[in-house]
Each structure stands twice: as C-alpha cells, then as structure tokens.
Nanobody
C-alpha cells in the first residue's frame, strides 16, 4: 500500500509561481512512475506530467514550457514547479502512480487558485 500526500497549493496571481510536492509514505523509488493530474469541479481528472524511475518525463501540451516535474529520492518526494500560472490552471492537483492513464494510488489533492 502506497500513500501519496500533496502539498504546496495556494492562491497566486496570474504570472506567478507555485511548487507542489508529492510525498510517498514509502520509498518513492519503489514506484515506477509518479504523475500529476488536475481536476476542476464537474470535469474529469486531466493528465499534467509524469516522471519515471529512469528519469524520462512527459507533459501535457497545456503546461509544456511552464511546468517542471522533478523528484528527490532521498526525500521520497516528487515536485511540480509551476511558473507563469494562468487562471485556467486553477484546479485541484493530485499525484498518482500512473502515466497518461492513471494508476491505482491517489493523494488527497491540493488546491491551486490563480487569480486574474
């Protein structure tokens, strides 16, 4: 059983930055991949980015060039650095153990709100 806990959300003005963290209860390196998804009310969860154990990375087109995913195995944590935020990035952000198709484990989510 893996538990994922997100943190780092908040309220920021358009153009600003936030860094989200996803901490695993066990070793983050035991997960083959860790991803970020986001969801608005009444919408499906949308893929944002993933990072694999071999270091390969992919992003959704909507965030390429603005978001950066990284991980710190020593801290069992995956980060999502979000720059040049837009109001359309407002969502609840979740981490997961899948890639572009979600895996089994979800965190509780962290709210990101970008004001115009």
């Amino acid at each position: 059983q893996v538990q994922l806990v997100e943190s780092g959300g908040g309220l920021v003005q358009a153009g600003g930055s936030l860094r989200l963290s996803c901490q695993a209860s066990g070793s983050i390196s035991s997960l083959k991949v860790v991803s970020w998804y986001r969801q608005s009310q009444n919408d499906e969860r949308e893929f944002v980015a993933f990072i694999k154990n071999d270091g390969s990375i992919d992003y959704a087109d909507a965030v390429k060039g603005r978001f950066t995913i990284s991980k710190d195995n020593a801290k069992d944590t995956v980060f999502l650095q979000m720059n040049r935020l837009k109001p359309s990035d407002t969502d609840v952000y979740y981490c997961n153990d899948g890639k572009t198709v979600p895996g089994r484990y979800w965190g509780q989510g962290t709210q990101v709100t970008v004001s115009s």
